[in-house]
């Protein structure tokens, strides 16, 4: 019998991970905002990834995780800046491999949408007393109205965060993972560099298309020098949904930008560009539907491999069936389907997914005796 393409096996730079439907990050705001547990994973974390891994996704992307203090998204994000934060990392790796799955992290500096709340609290900047911090991006330009102010970034903060992203790595792989994911959209401070709505530097960091994407490739650049040959991926928001699609024709991120970006990033070091969209313009018209962001994914894809640097490419967005996913590989849209929200409801979604398809059962022993009559 013909085997499903989701459930084949596929390689990321120097790993082969188990099949292609992945977890995607979700930040789950459950780490300590203060003291010495501050950024460290807990029994929350251990129990949510660990459910994934065995519930048979290929790839758990652990949730976005600050590589310096002042890059958490919210004051109860996970971080990893500091060596002796890799013990507790160490134990979310080793149950996501238990599990069955490749580990990677997400590693995120949050810039100027840094310093919230946790996600499920009133949105808006969190206090001192929270446990907030003076945020800062390439422009003094807020994200909207409820954020506050950001500072501008100088040369040597640049320099600080670039080197951040690299030891964060490193801590990483020391903590067992099997790779790295860097944070590169959703309007989080990568992408506000890429993006005219929220970078109106003057200096070699912002202007035109090279000094926009600076960031992003140095700091690809510097982790893979800093990685060996374990794998690394970027995930972009392909587009701001801004000057396309406002009639207002603001400036903003854009897919052709994304299209020239990507095989950029793979010559730097990247091994796999997971495709997002939106996320820095408070007022953008985002698509929606059933596998709104393919599109986006085809068009990455497409451009690798008009550009003779073909690499994996993820595709997510409400990708909701079985059905769904194996055709976006079959019409090769994507090499890797992630799912979100679904995997939120049922961590066990994969077991349904594979039946769907014909696949044989993949079940941990432990339950595998209660399929058996
Ligand atoms: C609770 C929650 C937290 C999220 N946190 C992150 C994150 O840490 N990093 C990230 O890149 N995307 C994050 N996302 C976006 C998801 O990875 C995914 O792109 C999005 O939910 C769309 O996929 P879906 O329709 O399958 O849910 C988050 C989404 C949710 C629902």
Redesign the pocket.
């Known amino acids: 019998m013909p085997r499903s393409r989701l459930f084949q096996p596929v390689t990321v730079g120097s790993l082969e991970v188990r099949n292609r439907l992945w977890m995607?990050?979700?930040?789950?705001y459950s780490a300590a905002a203060v003291g010495p547990e501050l950024g460290r994973p807990t029994d929350w974390h251990r129990v949510h990834y660990g459910a994934r891994a065995v519930g048979g996704v290929g790839a758990v992307?652990v949730?976005?995780t600050g590589v310096q203090k002042e890059g958490r998204?919210s004051v109860n994000?996970l971080s990893l800046h500091d060596d002796a934060q890799i013990p507790s990392f160490a134990r979310l790796a080793t149950l996501i491999h238990e599990g069955g799955a490749a580990a990677f992290i997400?590693l995120?500096h949050a810039g100027r949408k840094a310093s919230t709340r946790a996600?499920w609290k009133e949105p808006g900047p969190a206090t001192a007393e929270e446990g907030g911090w003076q945020i800062a991006a390439p422009s003094a330009i807020p994200f909207d109205a409820r954020s506050a102010v950001p500072r501008e970034l100088t040369e040597e903060d640049l320099h600080g965060i670039i080197a951040a992203f690299a030891q964060a790595a490193r801590r990483a792989l020391e903590a067992g993972f099997d790779g790295v994911?860097i944070?590169a959209?959703?309007g989080y401070l990568i992408h506000q560099f890429f993006s005219p709505a929220s970078n109106h530097r003057t200096d070699r960091w912002g202007g035109d298309f090279v000094g926009r994407t600076r960031l992003a490739r140095e700091v690809v650049r510097a982790v893979r020098a800093e990685i060996g040959d374990a794998p690394l991926l970027v995930?972009i928001s392909a587009t701001d949904w801004t000057q396309e699609y406002l009639e207002d024709g603001r400036p903003g991120w854009t897919l052709a930008e994304s299209e020239r970006l990507v095989p950029e990033l793979v010559a730097d070091g990247a091994d796999m560009i997971?495709v997002?969209t939106g996320g820095n313009v408070s007022d953008a018209r985002i698509g929606s539907g059933p596998g709104y962001?393919v599109f986006a994914a085809r068009a990455v894809r497409r451009a690798l491999v008009d550009a003779g640097t073909p690499a994996p490419v993820a595709a997510?967005?409400?990708?909701?069936s079985a059905e769904q996913a194996e055709q976006i590989l079959v019409d090769e849209d994507a090499d890797v389907i992630?799912?979100?929200?679904?995997?939120?409801t049922d961590p066990m979604a994969p077991v349904a997914w594979r039946a769907r398809l014909r696949e044989e059962p993949a079940l941990p022993s432990q339950y595998l005796r209660g399929t058996k009559r």
Do not use: F, T
Request: net charge neutral; charged share 10%; glycine share 6%.
């Open positions: 995607p990050p979700m930040c789950q992307i949730e976005a998204i994000c997400q995120i996600g994911q944070h959209a959703h995930r997971n997002s962001q997510c967005g409400l990708i909701l992630e799912i979100a929200r679904v995997l939120l």
